[in-house]
């Protein structure tokens, strides 16, 4: 089969479909990333030093992309402040995420971290002019119950992973809101690579005070993390820009499985039964919210009215 045909056969997929499979496979890449990080968290690397060099390795990725379009190409854009308050807001996630997975179980912290899409849906409804009729307020409603059956409060313990995992929570779906109004006018490659070149020297800074030289077996692994974690993140865009964040959103359930799977291999880690109960009350959840509501009769707004450019069908 030539390129051009398997070009063609892909395009034929809805793109819906396509954004759900690309978030799939991204979810793999994540997982497989966050649980080689929990590894290394516990070779004596400090969380914040393993967040820079997932950003400097990340670049890695972007030199065959660079080699065939140019960096000036690459990173050519109007809306460059957006991309430095993403920057901030990523690296708030990152440095929290990866602060979380030293303390606690990869698939625990994922089965928390679903309730992003709650975040998400909320921040659509606000920002991007996205509805959230009463089927998806019921779905926000099982998500947030489904985390709270995950981190049963009054229960068990909040640990201080859990509240760094809603902290990654908030910041990522601010981050995922300015990615989605980006995707408008740049291209996924641009938007990555701007976000990998401007958290290096924002992740440099924190780690630089926990600096701990690894050797060359840690070095290869932080390789590794580095480059799945900017694949994963071109894929997620890309699936963006194919789909709306809430159709996609719940397919990153499958994070969950691929980081319990993994972890249960080279952790013995196993997520309990509350946590695996709640997880499935929060894809409930965010299964409501990817519904379609009905359609609704817009008055015009005029150009000088709207703060935010209106939402584009993809």
Do not use: C
């Amino acid at each position: 089969m030539t390129l051009e045909a398997l070009n063609a056969r892909i395009d034929a997929i809805p793109a819906g479909v396509r954004g759900i499979l690309l978030i799939v496979l991204a979810s793999a890449l994540f997982a497989t990333m966050h649980n080689t990080i929990r590894f290394v968290t516990q070779q004596g690397i400090h969380p914040f030093e393993v967040a820079f060099f997932r950003t400097f390795f990340g670049l890695i990725v972007f030199i065959p992309i660079i080699a065939r379009t140019g960096l000036v190409m690459l990173l050519r854009t109007e809306r460059f402040p957006m991309h430095v308050g993403r920057a901030f807001l990523n690296a708030t996630s990152m440095l929290s995420w990866m602060s979380a997975l030293a303390l606690m179980p990869v698939a625990d912290a994922t089965a928390v971290s679903l309730v992003g899409p709650v975040f998400v849906a909320i921040l659509a409804m606000m920002f991007l002019g996205e509805r959230v009729g009463p089927i998806r307020w019921l779905g926000i409603g099982f998500a947030i119950a489904g985390g709270l059956v995950v981190v049963r409060p009054g229960f068990a313990e909040i640990s201080s992973g859990v509240w760094l995992v809603l902290l990654s929570a908030v910041a990522v779906s601010n981050s995922k809101m300015i990615a989605k109004i980006l995707t408008r006018t740049e291209s996924p490659a641009t938007i990555v690579a701007y976000l990998t070149i401007l958290m290096t020297p924002i992740t440099l800074v924190p780690a630089l005070f926990y600096w701990q030289t690894p050797t060359i077996e840690q070095t290869a692994y932080l390789v590794v993390i580095g480059i799945l974690g900017s694949l994963g993140h071109l894929l997620f865009v890309q699936a963006y820009k194919l789909a709306d964040i809430s159709l996609v959103e719940p397919a990153m359930f499958m994070r969950m499985v691929w980081a319990a799977v993994i972890g249960f291999v080279l952790f013995a880690e196993f997520p309990d039964m509350w946590t695996w109960i709640g997880a499935a009350v929060i894809v409930v959840g965010t299964t409501l919210l990817a519904r379609p509501e009905a359609p609704r009769t817009v008055r015009p707004v005029s150009p000088a009215a709207s703060t935010v450019d209106p939402p584009r069908a993809d």
